[in-house]
């Protein structure tokens, strides 16, 4: 995947708006989110130069900001997108409470191109996902063995190609994010694509091994 230039990339944020306006989610800017502009922008222009008729995954949805910009690059490619998440903000910093009807209400206008599958990530199997996947974002659990737990149920689904991107990588608080990116590319199986602030972004090119368990976990997940 080759990434634009300055000038294609102003009129592919241009056309980014085009778009949420286009599909209902021109709210989508102001919708709370721990994700970057950046970040979200980054997402979306993955989603939209997918194959046609391509299947992503995110695991962690919140309030659906980041849902909006996947959603919405997937339009572009008459793609679907499943998303996994309890809704419950567990590991949230503001703390537990049920966010179900803000996340269908921000998401709504998506309709039968995303379903919404209340589980832990690490329960996905394949009765939730409906084909290979050829993008996936990770944003539940920041501690290491629910990143780890999510990456493990997601990588059978992920087909050769496939792009998979972390949240809040490099971050001190979330080392746990870290670590299962650096057991990733320990395998060989996977190569970095780009980072964007703390999103990054690995392309998988080889049929996948066993992918190793680092040193101990720090504090802070």
Same mark, same amino acid.
């Given at each position: ?21 286009? =599909? ?16 979200? @922008? ?14 992503? =995954? ?19 490619? %008459?793609?679907?997108? /499943?998303? =996994? ?26 309709? %039968? ?8 990530? *690490? ?12 993008? *996936?974002?990770? %944003? ?18 992920? *087909?050769? %190609? ?12 979330? /080392?746990? /994010?870290?670590? =299962? ?5 320990? @395998? ?6 780009? @980072? ?26």
């Amino acid at each position: 995947m080759r990434w634009l230039d300055t000038g294609s990339r102003v009129l592919a944020r241009a056309r980014m708006k085009r778009t949420l306006r286009a =599909v209902g989610a021109a709210h989508a800017p102001s919708i709370p989110t721990w994700t970057r502009p950046e970040e979200l @922008t980054t997402l979306y222009e993955l989603a939209s130069r997918l194959p046609h008729g391509s299947l992503a =995954v995110e695991i962690g949805s919140y309030l659906g900001a980041s849902t909006c910009y996947l959603a919405a690059g997937l339009s572009e490619v %008459d793609g679907y997108l /499943v998303c =996994v998440d309890t809704w419950q903000n567990e590991s949230m910093p503001e703390g537990p409470r049920d966010t179900w009807a803000e996340f269908r209400a921000n998401t709504r206008s998506f309709g %039968d191109r995303l379903s919404a599958i209340r589980k832990r990530g *690490a329960d996905l199997d394949s009765a939730d996902v409906p084909g290979p996947v050829l993008l *996936a974002f990770i %944003d539940g659990d920041h501690a290491y063995e629910s990143v780890r737990a999510d990456a493990d149920a997601l990588l059978p689904f992920l *087909a050769m %190609d496939a792009v998979l991107c972390f949240h809040d990588f490099g971050i001190d608080d979330h /080392v746990g /994010v870290t670590r =299962v990116v650096g057991e990733l590319l320990a @395998t060989g199986d996977w190569v970095p694509l780009r @980072t964007v602030r703390s999103l990054m972004c690995l392309r998988r090119t080889r049929s996948p091994g066993a992918m190793p368990r680092g040193g101990p976990p720090s504090e802070g997940g």
